[in-house]
């Protein structure tokens, strides 16, 4: 991915160094708003790559997927996060009868809003990104990761704990677990 944004802006620089009619304060103007977008495409490539494949662990991609505790959706949302969230018409039974009360789209905006509440949730705990704790290098993806799998609190508990409190869900799967599992995108 850092190579595709690589060469895109060396192309875009050794398109703008062989016009020789253009000023340098133009061609800088011009370089930054490359890079700008280069990098801003960047991000949006690899947040989308993150969520793709937070969602193919959880439920293989499958938007109309229910699991045996009663997840559901690609992302395998609780109905409890769901009401927190503000989709308080969506509930299993619901998307049971009707899955298209909770379509592609909107769980995809579900997830960002999920993101988004856990992030404000763990912004006190940013300092620990880089340390290694429990064998688990500490990243942002990961981090969005596990409070994606047991909630924000859980990876406030493993962080502060030096991860000795390692909780899992109900299906075997532990914080430390998807926080080394999640570790490798730059989301930053």
């Known amino acids: 991915m850092k190579r595709i944004v690589l060469i895109s802006v060396l192309l875009c620089v050794t398109y703008l160094a062989t016009a020789p009619t253009i000023d340098f304060r133009v061609w800088a103007t011009r370089y930054r708003e490359m890079e700008k977008e280069a990098v801003r495409l960047m991000k949006e490539l690899e947040f989308s790559r993150f969520i793709d494949d937070l969602g193919y662990r959880e439920s293989e991609n499958n938007w109309l997927s229910i699991n045996r505790i009663g997840c559901f959706g690609e992302w395998q949302f609780a109905e409890s996060t769901l009401r927190y969230l503000g989709y308080r018409h969506i ?90 599992r999640f570790s490798r995108y730059d989301l930053d």
């Open 91 to 180: 509930t299993l039974k619901k998307f049971r009868a009707n899955p298209e009360i909770f379509p592609e789209d909107l769980q995809r905006e579900a997830l960002k809003a999920l993101i988004r509440v856990n992030l404000a949730f763990l912004r006190d705990h940013r300092h620990f990104i880089g340390d290694t704790i429990g064998g688990v290098v500490i990243t942002k993806s990961g981090m969005i990761a596990a409070a994606h799998l047991g909630g924000a609190g859980s990876v406030r508990k493993f962080l502060e704990s030096g991860g000795n409190v390692n909780r899992k869900d109900v299906l075997g799967t532990s914080i430390g677990n998807y926080m080394n």
